[in-house]
């Protein structure tokens, strides 16, 4: 996940490519452009401030989180999180990596105890994702037209597949953290037994991996933590569904209801999880059009512009911060560079 690896760059550029074709191939490029010059863009401001308000949000989630392995001013938790923002415009999102390791050039806190923070955090964002998903599908599976295709693939099994992944993974995180912060020895001595055919120092690895993400779970204990985490996680995703509708306004779309929202609201992370493109290029607008187009039913040219300027103003959002946080802290492209290739060799480390 190098930032310096070209071949994850053209292969993941490619993939962008292809999602962008897919996508708009039968898009006219004259409706398109009229679409995008009819855009009211004095939308893009409230847009901004939920998507700031958003940013704060999972920095005090964060906060919480990290306070259970050092107590951490929330000031200083604000720039590994916004310049890890950069990092996950690569492939493979090695911002959750960015941040994790310059959590710990700044604060001391271990680079595994990070990670399990991280980890919580998307354990969380999957749960409520499962919920939007099966909430969709029991209440409003009327909105899935079979008959649509996108790239050959009908959406609602597109969906439905996502569903069933993301539960499958969630099950699977749920029972490794648990056995982490309840059942930590038990899992110590299965993990032993693993690793007998390995060198002793293999197993040593092993045990100090566990041992420091179970520090990092810890919160999982303290229930009125467990609350706050719960709630904040709840609060950034009621941001983002509804930072959808200034952009609603903006481009004129027939139907403004919670519904859609929540259709877009699971359909755009669907399709950045299965194309992790650099900067989500591709993959975003495709999100946007199988959810407003395909499944919504709007005008094709109006969401393909809708598409690009919701992708586009989000992506410099992301930059600017990101940027600011990088200025403010003293940070080089240079540095951050280095920083990447000292991520990498705590991941190899471990």
Same mark, same amino acid.
């Given at each position: 996940?190098?930032?310096?690896?070209?071949?994850?760059? #053209?292969?993941?550029?490619?993939?962008?490519?292809?999602?962008?074709?897919?996508?708009?191939?039968?898009?006219?490029? *004259?409706?398109?452009? &009229?679409?995008?010059?009819?855009?009211?863009?004095?939308?893009?401001?409230?847009?901004?401030? #939920?998507?700031?308000?958003?940013?704060?949000?999972?920095?005090?989630?964060?906060?919480?989180?990290? =306070?259970?392995?050092?107590?951490?001013?929330?000031?200083?938790?604000?720039?590994?999180?916004?310049?890890?923002?950069?990092?996950?415009?690569?492939?493979?999102?090695?911002?959750?990596?960015?941040?994790?390791?310059?959590?710990?050039?700044?604060?001391?806190?271990?680079?595994?105890?990070?990670?399990?923070?991280?980890?919580?955090?998307?354990?969380? *964002?999957?749960?409520?994702?499962?919920?939007?998903?099966?909430?969709?599908?029991?209440?409003?599976?009327?909105?899935?037209?079979?008959?649509?295709?996108?790239?050959?693939?009908?959406?609602?099994?597109?969906?439905?597949?996502?569903?069933?992944?993301?539960?499958?993974?969630?099950?699977?995180?749920?029972? #490794?953290?648990?056995?982490?912060?309840?059942?930590?020895?038990?899992?110590?001595?299965?993990? &032993?037994?693993?690793?007998?055919?390995?060198?002793?120092?293999?197993?040593?690895?092993?045990?100090?991996?566990?041992?420091?993400?179970?520090?990092?779970? =810890? /919160?999982?204990?303290?229930?009125? =933590?467990?609350?706050?985490? %719960?709630?904040? %996680?709840?609060?950034?995703?009621?941001?983002?569904?509804?930072?959808?509708?200034?952009?609603?306004?903006?481009? *004129?779309?027939?139907?403004?209801?919670?519904?859609?929202?929540?259709?877009?609201?699971?359909?755009?992370?669907?399709?950045?999880?299965?194309?992790?493109?650099?900067?989500?290029?591709?993959?975003?607008?495709?999100?946007?059009? /199988?959810?407003?187009?395909?499944?919504?039913?709007? *005008?094709?040219?109006?969401?393909? =512009?809708?598409?690009?300027?919701?992708?586009?103003?989000?992506?410099?959002?992301?930059?600017?911060?990101?940027?600011?946080?990088?200025?403010?802290?003293?940070?080089?492209?240079?540095?951050?560079?280095?920083?990447?290739?000292? %991520?990498?060799?705590?991941?190899?480390?471990?």
């Amino acid at each position: 996940m190098s930032l310096t690896n070209p071949r994850q760059l #053209i292969i993941g550029l490619s993939v962008a490519a292809l999602a962008i074709f897919f996508t708009f191939r039968n898009v006219p490029a *004259d409706e398109l452009l &009229e679409s995008l010059r009819k855009g009211d863009y004095v939308y893009l401001f409230p847009v901004a401030l #939920i998507v700031l308000i958003s940013y704060t949000v999972r920095v005090y989630r964060w906060h919480v989180l990290v =306070a259970h392995i050092k107590p951490v001013p929330v000031g200083q938790l604000f720039p590994p999180m916004m310049i890890g923002f950069l990092g996950n415009m690569l492939p493979m999102r090695a911002g959750e990596i960015f941040r994790a390791y310059l959590l710990k050039k700044k604060t001391n806190i271990p680079f595994t105890g990070s990670l399990a923070t991280i980890m919580i955090e998307r354990m969380f *964002d999957i749960l409520i994702l499962n919920i939007l998903f099966t909430w969709i599908l029991v209440f409003h599976s009327d909105l899935f037209n079979s008959s649509t295709t996108w790239a050959g693939l009908v959406p609602s099994n597109i969906a439905f597949s996502f569903g069933c992944l993301s539960g499958g993974i969630l099950c699977l995180l749920l029972t #490794i953290i648990y056995l982490m912060v309840y059942k930590t020895n038990l899992l110590l001595r299965a993990v &032993e037994k693993i690793a007998t055919p390995f060198p002793v120092s293999w197993w040593e690895k092993c045990k100090h991996l566990l041992e420091m993400f179970a520090q990092g779970l =810890a /919160v999982i204990k303290n229930g009125k =933590a467990l609350l706050k985490v %719960s709630l904040y %996680s709840l609060l950034d995703w009621i941001l983002i569904i509804f930072s959808a509708y200034p952009l609603y306004l903006a481009f *004129d779309l027939n139907n403004k209801t919670i519904e859609s929202m929540l259709v877009l609201a699971v359909m755009v992370p669907i399709f950045m999880t299965l194309l992790p493109t650099p900067g989500f290029v591709g993959s975003v607008q495709a999100g946007i059009f /199988v959810a407003l187009h395909k499944i919504m039913g709007e *005008d094709a040219a109006v969401v393909a =512009a809708y598409g690009m300027v919701s992708w586009a103003w989000g992506l410099t959002i992301q930059i600017l911060a990101g940027l600011y946080f990088l200025f403010r802290e003293h940070i080089s492209w240079r540095i951050l560079l280095k920083l990447e290739k000292g %991520s990498e060799v705590d991941l190899r480390k471990l």
